[in-house]
């Protein structure tokens, strides 16, 4: 760029300066106001305000850039079941696309493991109100498949949860049992 007039050295420092504070690249905001990087680092060696305005605008850069839309997004699919893999997909990156961001900005790390934690208690909750369920719709109907149908899940995926979940497994086999007995007062009566 040749030299500037005053005037338009300081509309293009602003210029800038506002075109940072979008994600704090100095390579692309200058290509963007149409400047090279050296040019920068003059203004930035002759003049000290515009050196701290950078220093802050760089600032607000890198926290916009950290916490842009889609990561927002991907942080509450993160919520909804603290899967990292369904999280990516809904939001349209790749795994290795989050775990560079993990990698590369700390407060998103943080918070991402935290918006998992918060996914997985939250799954955690939902399966013991369908297991509750479940152990009701087996007590009045002793059936494993009509409570599977009643609740809304597989028969597959009871065998598994009771095959992961003693306690469970032993709560269906009551269930079914306390079905069994009160059909037979039922008959008896």
Known sequence: MTRLKK????KAMNNFIDEIKIDGNISRSAKVIGISRRVVYLWVKEDCKFKDELEKAVTIGLHNFEFNEQRLLL???????????????KVGITNKTYYNWIK????????????????????????????VKIINELRKHGNRETACYKVGISTSTLKVWSC????????ITNAVKESKESKKSNLVV
């Open 104 to 131: 590369k900005f700390k407060k998103f790390s943080c918070l991402a493991n935290n918006a998992i934690a918060e996914g997985i208690n939250k799954l955690d909750f939902e399966k013991r109100k369908v297991k």
């Open 164 to 171: 992961v979940d003693y306690e469970f497994r032993k709560a």
């Open 75 to 89: 942080l509450e699919s993160l919520k909804q079941d603290g899967n990292v893999l369904n999280a990516c997909r």
């Open 7 to 10: 005037a338009d050295k300081t």
